[in-house]
């Protein structure tokens, strides 16, 4: 029995992630949620700001923001991720006993549920719910693409960095399910080009256009009056953020540059250890049965990564900014296995000794983090 474990892991390994999950949920709810908890205070009382979205939303059902609604929203916006995730694996690979692997070393990912349960609460992973929900829905008609602008009106409404951090890898999806399958015209170019265009000036008009209008004294007042517990006032110690011009947070990434570029070797190792998983997406692209499918593919993935380059320069959540590209490549990895092939690509090998010890490692790897690794 222990030798058939050894030999073909895959099974334990995946039970061990739940642990280990279960293992982060415990030691986040006993951090103070400073910055998600701060978002969900903030509305548009005083018109349209940044960042304020979800905050609305919540004031819709309630005056007074108790703390544990941080964990609660972020939990149940965690598990809605898992299933839609699962369900997008089912769809594409199926659950076997061969597709074990690949599903481990993404499922099973530090860059990804481990991750998002670490910065629970974060509007991260709203980004990636909706994206695999363009994964999952019929994308025969314009109806796709007008969801997908409303999902990045939406992400860029949470938080306008989504334009970098998600927004591309949509548009991606978009590209690769809707206009590959169904050619261009005019009415496909005059949607999307719209679309394109009202997501652009909403994030320059959130970007700039979008800090608090009044003293931050008064500001905070207001947001005392949304505490459930008036006590807890040091979760306000974030209200900064509604008034910090792009300028200043470029100014401070640019001065910690040197202390958390020091994180860069350790995020290539994490990246290093997925080598069975890449060498899977790269197997996939060569599989695919034009030429231009794979252009653009590439084409596409290079787009993500600048885009995450020019996040990396402009705000310093490196940890944060690394998991979330790593996850953009996942979920392109199953838009591409949605693309016509000219011949099935192997899958991760579940009896290879070296491919087991890296997914031991991954599994084993509880997290990546915020800013630093770990």
């Known amino acids: ?57 919540v004031a819709l059902f309630t005056a007074k923001v108790p703390v544990w609604l941080v964990f609660a929203l972020g939990g149940a916006t965690w598990l809605a991720t898992l299933a839609l995730f699962a369900r997008l694996f089912h769809k594409a690979f199926g659950f076997a006993a061969r597709t074990l692997p690949l599903f481990a070393f993404m499922a099973g990912s530090p860059f990804f549920l481990k991750n998002f349960m670490h910065t629970l609460g974060h509007f991260d992973i709203y980004g990636c719910a909706l994206a695999i929900i363009l ?18 009106i939406i992400l860029v409404l949470i938080h306008h960095i989504h334009l970098l951090m998600y927004v591309p890898t949509i548009i991606t999806i978009v590209v690769i399910r809707h206009y590959l399958a169904h050619g261009l015209d005019r009415a496909n170019v005059a949607v999307g080009a719209i679309a394109f265009l009202t997501i652009s000036v909403l994030f320059f008009a959130a970007q700039f256009l979008g800090t608090m209008p009044i003293p931050e004294a008064d500001f905070v007042q207001y947001l005392r009056t949304r505490l459930a517990d008036p006590a807890r006032t040091d979760l ?16 401070d990434t640019w ?33 695919l049965a034009s030429e231009a499918h794979r252009r653009l593919v590439v084409a596409a993935l290079i787009g993500i990564s600048l885009a995450y380059l020019v996040m990396f320069a402009m705000v310093f959540d490196y940890s944060r900014w690394i ?45 990546v983090g915020i800013v630093r690794p770990f």
């Open 323 to 367: 998991s979330n590209w790593a996850v953009c490549m996942f979920l392109i990895l199953h838009a591409v296995k949605m693309l016509p092939a000219k011949h099935e690509t192997p899958l991760i090998p579940a009896e290879d000794r070296k491919t087991n010890i890296l997914g031991l490692i991954v599994t084993l790897t509880p997290r």
């Open 135 to 152: 994964l999952l829905v019929p994308a025969s008609s314009l109806l796709f693409v007008a969801l997908a602008a409303l999902f990045s």
């Open 255 to 287: 001065s910690w540059m040197p202390h958390n570029i020091l994180g860069v070797p350790v995020f290539a190792l994490l990246i290093w250890l997925h080598t069975p998983l890449w060498r899977y997406f790269i197997g996939l692209i060569d599989a």
């Open 1 to 57: 029995m222990t030798a058939r474990i050894l030999q073909n892991p895959w099974r334990l390994l995946l039970a061990i992630n739940a642990a280990v999950v279960a293992g982060v949920f415990i030691h986040k709810i006993r951090l103070p949620p400073y910055v998600p908890y701060i978002h969900l205070l903030v509305d548009y009382h005083f018109g349209f700001i940044k960042r304020a979205l979800i905050g609305a939303v």
């Open 236 to 251: 306000l110690q974030f209200s900064y953020i509604w008034y910090q011009p792009l300028a200043k947070e470029i100014s």
